[in-house]
């Protein structure tokens, strides 16, 4: 299957700063990519779609303004969480579509804690 | 509201046994189900799935059923194998061309040797 990789696989940082988190397809062009979200023991929750070239459409619920996708190229989406609170403290999973099964291809995750 | 809903949070099997993960879920819409398996610290990796067409899948020792009349799903692993320990998370989707879908909140197998 397709690779996708994420960058950095842990961050630890204080209440108030911002941090960027990015989500690269290796071997293949991603036009949209997909942004979740795991509490413990939940379930993965999309946040938003990040769409190459154009802007990301979040789920409800999900403040766009706190955290900013960007996709810039066929093999780049970031996501930046910004003045990260520590409830934003979780495990961030980005996927790209497409397999032949209609699966997505999942990065390995971010685990992000705010303290 | 919890569309896909694994029950079952935590299963252990012995090692050589069956592992049966149960899903259900309530949006007569979704008509394509995946199986994910998920280490810890990693992404989910992609390991079977059906659509509502058919009511079984076999791919090796993973075969998913489907029954649709009950809005029920199943992934048995036959022989459970040490390895097959992970999360097992189902998902779901309506297949509009979105990719889009709705995930269970897991249930973790674990399988003795």
């Known amino acids: 299957g397709a690779v996708v990789s994420q960058h950095p696989s842990r961050v630890i940082c204080k209440s108030g700063t911002s941090v960027k988190i990015e989500c690269r397809s290796l071997?293949?062009?991603?036009?949209?990519m997909f942004w979740y979200r795991q509490f413990p023991k939940q379930s993965l929750m999309l946040m938003a779609t990040?769409?190459?070239?154009?802007?990301?459409?979040?789920e409800q619920g999900v403040e766009k303004d706190k955290f900013l996708i960007n996709h810039a190229s066929l093999t780049l989406s970031t996501l930046t969480v910004t003045s990260a609170h520590p409830e934003d403290s979780s495990f961030y999973i980005c996927s790209s579509p497409g397999g032949l099964n209609n699966e997505q291809f999942f990065g390995p995750g971010t685990r992000l804690t705010v303290l | 509201d919890q569309q896909v809903k694994q029950n079952s949070p935590s299963l252990s099997v012995q090692e050589g046994r069956i592992s049966i993960l149960n899903c259900d879920y309530t949006?007569?819409?979704?008509?394509?189900f995946l199986w994910y398996k998920k280490y810890p610290a990693e992404g989910p990796t992609f390991l079977i799935s059906i659509s509502s067409i058919k009511d079984k899948n076999e791919d090796g020792r993973f075969t998913v059923f489907l029954n649709k009349s009950a809005k029920h799903l199943s992934l048995h692993i036959v022989p459970s194998q040490p390895g097959d320990s992970a999360v097992y998370f189902c998902a779901a989707s309506a297949t509009s061309g979105t990719y889009k879908y709705i995930f269970g909140t897991g249930t973790r197998l674990k399988v003795l040797a």
């Open positions: 990040s769409n190459e070239g154009s802007k990301a459409t979040y």
């Open positions: 071997d293949f062009q991603a036009t949209t």
């Open positions: 949006n007569s819409m979704f008509d394509y």
